[in-house]
C-alpha cells in the first residue's frame, strides 16, 4: 500500500522538452526510480493548458510570495511508496550523489524544481476508483494541491472540513476515482489535497468549483479557503503523459 508520495515540479525550457521527457519516461523512470526498493509506482503530469496564466494563479486564492520557494508549475512527477521513510533513507540529496554524469545533466534541465516528500493521513474512493490502473498509478486526469494555513487554529479547521465535508462528498461525485489528504514530511509546503479523475470532461461537469463555492462568505469552504496559502501554481490540475493512458 502506498502511504508516502513524492512529488516534483518544475518547468522545461522549450528547446529541451523532447528531449528530457523521452529520456525521463523511456529510461529515468522505469529503469532507475522503479528499481529502488520501495517505491511502488511513478507517474508523470503535464499541466493542462500550461501556457495559460489562468491555469498557474488563481485569483480567487492567496499565494506565497518567498522568492525561496521554487516556482516550476508546467510538469510534475509523482513516486509512490510504501511509506514517506522510503523517499528519506536515503534521501534525494543522498541518491543525487550516487548518480552518473549523464543522468545529473538530464536532472539539471528542470527549471524551478520543487519537491515534497508527503505521507496520507486520509483516502477515499470514488464511483470510479474501478477504473484505477495497475499497480496503483494514479489516474488520468488529477488535481493537487499545496499549501500552509495561516495559524494553527486554521490548521484545526482545515482539517476538520475535510473530514467532514470535502472527503465524504467525493465518494460520490461521479468522475472521481479518489481522494487523497496529505501532510508533508519534507518540503514546502505541510498540506496537499489529491484528487483523481478519470476524464477531464467530468471534471468540469461535476468538480465543486472553488470560486462559486467561496462566494457566500458564511460558507464554511469560503473561510477555510480563504485562510490558505498556496505553493506557486496551486492547484494543479493536470493530464498524465507517462504511463501512457490506454
Not at 529515468?28 to 491555469?55: T, V
Not at 470510479?128 to 495497475?134: G, I, N, S, V
Not at 476515482?177 to 509546503?189: E, H, N
Not at 496537499?192 to 471534471?203: P, R
Amino acid at each position: 500500500m502506498d502511504k508516502g508520495i513524492y512529488a516534483i515540479w518544475y518547468d522545461l525550457k522549450e528547446e529541451d522538452e523532447k528531449e528530457y521527457l523521452s529520456w525521463l519516461h523511456e529510461e529515468y523512470l522505469p529503469k532507475n526510480i522503479l528499481k529502488r526498493s520501495g517505491y511502488l509506482w511513478a507517474a508523470s503530469y503535464e499541466l493542462i493548458d500550461r501556457k495559460a496564466d489562468s491555469s498557474k494563479v488563481k485569483s480567487h486564492l492567496f499565494y506565497t510570495d518567498d522568492s525561496e520557494i521554487p516556482n516550476g508549475t508546467e510538469f510534475l512527477i509523482l513516486i509512490g511508496g510504501l511509506s514517506c521513510d522510503v523517499f528519506l533513507n536515503p534521501n534525494p540529496t543522498q541518491i543525487l550523489e550516487t548518480e552518473t554524469k549523464d543522468t545529473i545533466d538530464m536532472l539539471k534541465k528542470r527549471v524551478g524544481e520543487r519537491s515534497c516528500i508527503f505521507t496520507e493521513v486520509d483516502s477515499v474512493k470514488g464511483p470510479d476508483a474501478h477504473t484505477r490502473a495497475d499497480g496503483g498509478v494514479p489516474a488520468p486526469i488529477i488535481q493537487m494541491g499545496s499549501y500552509n494555513c495561516f495559524t494553527p487554529e486554521d490548521d484545526f479547521d482545515l482539517s476538520s472540513w475535510y473530514a467532514q465535508h470535502r472527503l465524504p462528498e467525493m465518494k460520490h461525485m461521479r468522475g472521481a476515482v479518489g481522494a487523497r489528504k496529505l501532510v508533508s514530511a519534507a518540503g514546502w509546503a505541510k498540506h496537499s489535497i489529491f484528487y483523481e479523475f478519470s476524464s477531464l470532461d467530468k471534471v468540469v461537469k461535476y468538480f465543486p468549483r472553488a470560486d462559486i463555492l467561496m462566494e457566500g462568505e458564511n460558507d464554511w469552504t469560503y473561510h477555510v479557503c480563504k485562510r490558505l496559502l498556496h505553493a506557486p501554481g496551486s492547484p494543479t490540475r493536470a493530464k498524465r503523459i507517462w504511463p501512457v493512458v490506454e
